[in-house]
C-alpha cells in the first residue's frame, strides 16, 4: 500500500501500511485544543471512519508536551460560555454535547486507536486519550484533570471513562486535587500499558503495535472492539448474549482458515479491508 499524507493546520495525517497516523504539530502553543483542533480531529476521525485502508490509529504528539488542553482564550472567542441567564446556561449544554461527541468517535471508529503520549496530558488530552484502546507513555509524561484547578467540572469525559480505566479512589483524589499523576503510577493503575525511556521509543511501541493489529483480520478486530467496549457499560449476559449475534454476523471460515495457514507457514495473512463507507449526508 501506498503512503497518503494529508496536509492540515493543526495536525499531519499520513496512511502507510494499513496504519494511520495523526500527530498533533502545534508544539509552539503546546498543542492545545483551539477550534482548529476540534474542527480537523472531528473531520478527520470522519473520514477514517469511512475509508476502508486504515486498520489502526496512533496519535502521538510533537514538543515538550503531549497536549496543554483547552487552549483557555477559546472560552473568550470563539465559544461562549454564558451564564447570565437561563438560555445561555442551557445552550452550554449543546456546546459540550458537540465537544464530547469528537472524542466519542474515538471510542466508536471502526479501528482501534493507540495513543503515544509525551510530557503533559492535561486537561481535555486526559478527555481525549481515556477515549482510546491503548495508552503508551514515555518516562516523562504525566496526566492532570487540570479543570479542578481553574475552578471547572472536567466535562468531556474524564470523569466518566477514567472509572473505568483506574480504582475509583484515584480517580477522585486526582479529580478533586488537580495533582499530577507520573507515568510510572499510571502504568501501575492500568492506564497507560507501558512506560519507555524515551518519546522515539514510545512512538515506536505504538506504530510496532499498530502494525500487529494491522496484521490481523480487520472484521474481526472490528468485532473484538464490539465486543469489549459493549462488555465494558453491560452485564456478563447481556454481553454474552450480543457475543453470538456479533460472532454469527461477521464469522469467515475463509479468515479463520487464511490465519490457520499464515502461521503454518510463517508469512503475513492476507485479508480484505473493511468495506467503505459512504454517507447519507454526501449524497445528492
Not at 452485564?235 to 479468515?255: C, E, F, K, P, T
Request: glycine content about 6%; proline content about 4%; overall charge negative.
Amino acid at each position: 500500500m501506498n503512503s497518503d499524507t494529508t496536509p492540515l493546520s493543526y495536525f499531519s495525517l499520513s496512511v502507510a501500511e494499513h496504519v494511520a497516523h495523526l500527530v498533533l504539530n502545534r508544539p509552539e502553543a503546546m498543542n492545545t485544543m483551539n477550534p482548529a483542533f476540534w474542527r480537523e480531529l472531528d473531520a478527520v476521525l470522519t473520514q477514517l471512519h469511512q475509508r476502508s485502508d486504515a486498520r489502526a490509529l496512533v496519535i502521538s504528539s510533537t514538543g515538550k508536551h503531549f497536549s496543554a488542553g483547552m487552549a483557555l482564550d477559546v472560552f473568550g472567542g470563539a465559544v461562549q460560555m454564558d451564564d447570565r441567564s437561563a438560555e445561555g446556561r442551557a445552550a452550554i449544554f449543546d456546546v459540550l454535547t458537540e465537544l464530547q461527541a469528537t472524542f466519542t468517535k474515538l471510542e466508536t471508529l471502526r479501528i482501534p486507536v493507540i495513543a503515544a503520549i509525551q510530557g503533559g496530558c492535561i486537561g481535555g488530552a486526559v478527555d481525549m486519550v481515556t477515549a482510546c484502546c491503548i495508552r503508551y507513555a514515555s518516562a516523562d509524561a504525566f496526566f492532570c484533570i487540570q479543570e479542578i484547578n481553574i475552578g471547572m467540572v472536567a466535562d468531556v469525559g474524564t470523569l466518566q471513562r477514567l472509572p473505568k480505566l483506574i480504582p475509583l479512589a484515584v480517580v477522585k483524589e486526582l479529580a478533586y486535587t488537580g495533582r499530577r499523576l507520573p507515568a510510572a503510577r499510571a502504568q501501575e493503575y492500568g492506564l497507560v500499558n507501558e512506560v519507555f525511556d524515551t518519546p522515539q521509543a514510545t512512538l515506536a511501541a505504538a506504530m510496532q503495535c499498530a502494525g500487529e493489529i494491522a496484521s490481523k483480520p480487520p472484521v474481526a478486530i472490528w468485532g473484538t472492539k464490539q465486543a469489549v467496549n459493549y462488555a465494558r457499560d453491560h452485564s456478563v449476559d447481556d454481553s454474552l448474549r450480543q457475543m453470538g449475534w456479533l460472532q454469527g454476523a461477521i464469522w469467515s471460515n475463509a479468515h479463520v482458515m487464511e490465519a490457520v495457514t499464515a502461521m503454518k507457514h510463517k508469512r503475513a495473512g492476507t485479508f480484505p479491508d473493511l468495506a467503505t463507507l459512504s454517507s447519507f449526508k454526501d449524497g445528492n
